[in-house]
C-alpha cells in the first residue's frame, strides 16, 4: 500500500484527480469505479477543471459508482445518481449512457446486484477505483462484519453510517435503512485502487486500516492485500500513523 500525505483535501484531491486522467490518456476507454460523500469532492472539482483545460476527454470513459440507497427515487436530491450529476457528470464530456450507478428498483433486489457484478465483468473490469472511508472502517457501504463481502449486495446500514450521513437528510429518521453496495471482493477486483480521506475525524479509520490487522471488522483493511492500492491523505486524516 502506497500512501502519500497533502497538506490539504484540495490538494490530495487535485493529486487524485491526475492519477484518474493519467488512466484515462493511457485508455480513453476506461471502465472508473467512483464514489460518493464529502471527501471525493475536491477531486471532482479538479476532474472538471481538468476537462475544462482539454487535459482529458471523457467521451469514451465507462463508470460504475460503488453503492446507492434502496427506497429513494434516483431523482430524489440526496440519491447517489443524483449527486453523481450534480457534481461531476452534468460538468464533463461523459456519455450519459456510459455511466452506471447502482439501480435497486426491481421486485427481486438480488437479481439487481448479480446484473450489476455482471455489467462490471462485462466492461471488462475496473481499471481504476475511487474510494472513502467510513469512520467505521467501511468502504462504499460495507459495513464492519464477520466476513469480507464477496459481490454487489443489499446492506442494512450502520447506527454510525445512519447518523454520518443524516447531515444530507432532515433527520436520521429519513435516512434510507438499506443500500445496495459492491461487495469487498468486487472493489478487490479493480486493478487500481485510490483511497482518499481528509479530515481529523478519519484519522482513526485511517490508522485502523494502515496499522491494524486485516480483518473485516475494518472493511477497509482488505486492501492490504490488494497489489495496487494509493491512499492520499489530507495532514489531519494522517495524524495518527506514525
Ligand atoms: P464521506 O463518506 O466522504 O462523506 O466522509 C465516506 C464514506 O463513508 O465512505
Redesign the pocket.
Known amino acids: 500500500m502506497n500512501i502519500q500525505v497533502y497538506g490539504s483535501a484540495s490538494k490530495a484531491g487535485v493529486a487524485v484527480a491526475q492519477v484518474f486522467a493519467a488512466q484515462i490518456i493511457r485508455d480513453p476507454f476506461s471502465v472508473l469505479g467512483l464514489?460518493?460523500?464529502?471527501?471525493?469532492?475536491p477531486t471532482y472539482e479538479a476532474m472538471v477543471e481538468l476537462y475544462k483545460a482539454g487535459i482529458v476527454d471523457f467521451s469514451t470513459v465507462r463508470t460504475f459508482n460503488l453503492d446507492e440507497y434502496v427506497g429513494i427515487s434516483r431523482e430524489h436530491e440526496q440519491s447517489y445518481y443524483s449527486f453523481m450529476f450534480e457534481h461531476l457528470f452534468s460538468q464533463i464530456n461523459i456519455d450519459p449512457a456510459h455511466v452506471q450507478v447502482p439501480n435497486p428498483v426491481s421486485e427481486n433486489l438480488d437479481e439487481d446486484c448479480i446484473a450489476y457484478d455482471a455489467a462490471i465483468d462485462d466492461a471488462g473490469g475496473i481499471d481504476l477505483q475511487l474510494?472513502?472511508?467510513?469512520?467505521n472502517g467501511?468502504?462504499?457501504?460495507n459495513e464492519p462484519g464477520d466476513l469480507f463481502t464477496y459481490g454487489t449486495h443489499i446492506v442494512e446500514l450502520s447506527k454510525s453510517?445512519i447518523e454520518?450521513?443524516k447531515r444530507f437528510f432532515a433527520s436520521a429518521d429519513e435516512v434510507p435503512k438499506k443500500a445496495m453496495t459492491m461487495g469487498i471482493g468486487t472493489i478487490m477486483k479493480a486493478r487500481e485502487i485510490v483511497l482518499?480521506?481528509?479530515?481529523k475525524?478519519?484519522a482513526q479509520a485511517v490508522a485502523t486500516m494502515i496499522l491494524g490487522e486485516i480483518d473485516p471488522l475494518c472493511p477497509a483493511s482488505a486492501l492490504l492485500l490488494h497489489p495496487q492500492v494509493t491512499v492520499f491523505l489530507d495532514a489531519d486524516a494522517a495524524s495518527l500513523l506514525h
Not at 474510494?131 to 469512520?135: A, D, P, Q, T, V
Not at 482518499?196 to 479530515?199: F, K
Open positions: 464514489a460518493t460523500g464529502s471527501t471525493p469532492l474510494l472513502g472511508i467510513g469512520h467501511h468502504i462504499a457501504f453510517t454520518a450521513n482518499v480521506a481528509s479530515g475525524d478519519k
